[in-house]
């Protein structure tokens, strides 16, 4: 399904757990990602999912009109993820922010996908302006975190 995929399935378990009348649902994404200066194998609980522009939101065309939403995150749930890693103590986690690209090649910059209009320096100069590399997490599953922050 493609980029479509994360909205479909939001939308389809949301309406369930409407028709199941459930209330007060958390809903959590995990998955791989490409972390920027990150150690490899480390968990990243996200606090912030900006766009590719880095703005805290997700834009989407509904009957050819743009409508953006906040991809405001839930700040208690974020440290009492926080709070549960540092008690288990197995694997390295840090609280940053994510990059949501909806293209996986080059809206994240990657130099090799089938079509490629960018140079490695149009990709590094792109990266400059982001925030301490620790801070940063790109995702390499297009769309999913601004979608799910969207529907929050």
Not at 116 to 143: F, G, V
Request: glycine residues 8%; proline residues 7%; charged residues 20%.
């Amino acid at each position: 399904m493609g980029i479509p995929f994360p909205g479909i399935m939001l939308h389809e378990l949301i309406k369930m757990m409407y028709h199941a009348r459930c209330s007060n649902i958390t809903v959590i994404s995990i998955g791989t990602s490409e972390g920027i200066g990150l150690e490899p194998g480390s968990v990243v609980i996200t606090q912030e999912a900006v766009d590719e522009c880095f703005k805290p939101e997700f834009a989407q065309i509904v009957l050819g009109k743009q409508v953006v939403r906040s991809t405001s995150l839930d700040e208690q749930l974020v440290q009492e993820l926080r709070q549960c890693a540092s008690d288990l103590n197995e694997f390295p986690t840090i609280v940053g922010n994510t990059v949501c690209t909806i293209d996986v090649y080059e809206g994240q910059g990657r130099l090799d996908g089938a079509l490629c209009s960018c140079t490695e320096k149009d990709k590094h100069a792109y990266e400059q302006p982001m925030p301490q590399a620790s801070e940063i997490l790109r995702w390499n599953l297009p769309c999913l975190p601004p979608c799910a922050e969207a529907v929050a």
